[in-house]
């Protein structure tokens, strides 16, 4: 079965305690992910990854960092977390960019609460 | 220029109605446009999506109808079932310099259905 599964799928934490958020796929995809969901401000793109060892930030990436060592896998590294990173995190691949017609699937989403 | 308008914030329907949701786009780049839909604690998950050499593309209840020179989209959604409850992003993408072809989303449409 085609699956992106992300851990841990809820977690609280502390300010500046760092944490990693994992991410894999079977479906040997090249172009993988990570989102936050926020109320009323839809799904933001974090970082993405177009294959193994290349990465590019979105339009959220501060507070951050990704890294694509196996195509399969693509952490979320947050180093200090600060209570505004409080969200629900999708990761989400693709067998190319999403521009190519090519369907992403998504996680079932990690709850991260900051405090 | 690179934003994806969605409207309306909130849509309750009575059983069997038409459900409308409408977005915008301003980036005439964009050549990629699907829905996704997601229910509650769910990643979001494809539904319908189309390409501007169309108009109009239909899958059973779903049809999203496309205006090009308006440069507008929409999805409606044919007898609506309380199971088609769920949040709605509209989506766009587009392979032009720098923009790696990643997907732009709407806000989201929470769409309640009433029996």
């Known amino acids: 079965e085609a699956q992106v599964t992300q851990n841990p799928r809820y977690l609280i934490t502390v300010t500046g305690k760092k944490l990693t958020v994992t991410c894999s796929q079977n479906?040997?995809?090249?172009?993988m992910s990570w989102y936050r969901q926020d109320p009323g401000l839809g799904l933001r793109q974090i970082y993405y990854s177009m294959n193994v060892e290349v990465t590019d930030k979105g339009d959220v990436p501060e507070g951050y960092k990704v890294s694509r060592k196996e195509k399969r896998n693509f952490p979320l590294i947050l180093e200090s977390p600060s209570p505004n990173q409080t969200s629900l995190y999708f990761c989400?691949?693709?067998?190319?960019?999403?521009?190519?017609?090519?369907?992403?699937?998504f996680g079932e989403g990690s709850w991260l609460t900051v405090v | 220029q690179q934003q994806v308008k969605q409207s309306p914030q909130s849509l309750i329907v009575q059983k069997g109605g038409i459900s409308i949701i409408n977005c915008a786009y301003e980036n005439t780049a964009f050549d990629y446009f699907p829905w996704y839909q997601q229910f509650p604690g769910k990643g979001p998950a494809l539904l319908i999506a189309?390409?501007?050499?169309?108009s109009e593309k239909k899958e059973g209840r779903f049809t999203i109808s496309f205006n090009k020179s308006a440069k507008q989209f929409s999805l409606h959604i044919m007898d609506s079932q309380p199971g088609d409850s769920a949040t709605y992003f509209c989506?766009?993408?587009?392979?032009?310099?720098?923009?790696?072809?990643?997907?732009?989303f709407g806000k989201g449409t929470k769409l309640s259905v009433k029996p």
């Open positions: 989506a766009a993408s587009g392979a032009w310099g720098g923009s790696q072809g990643n997907l732009i």
């Open positions: 189309i390409r501007p050499d169309v």
């Open positions: 989400a691949s693709s067998s190319q960019t999403p521009s190519s017609g090519n369907t992403i699937y």
């Open positions: 479906m040997n995809h090249e172009y």
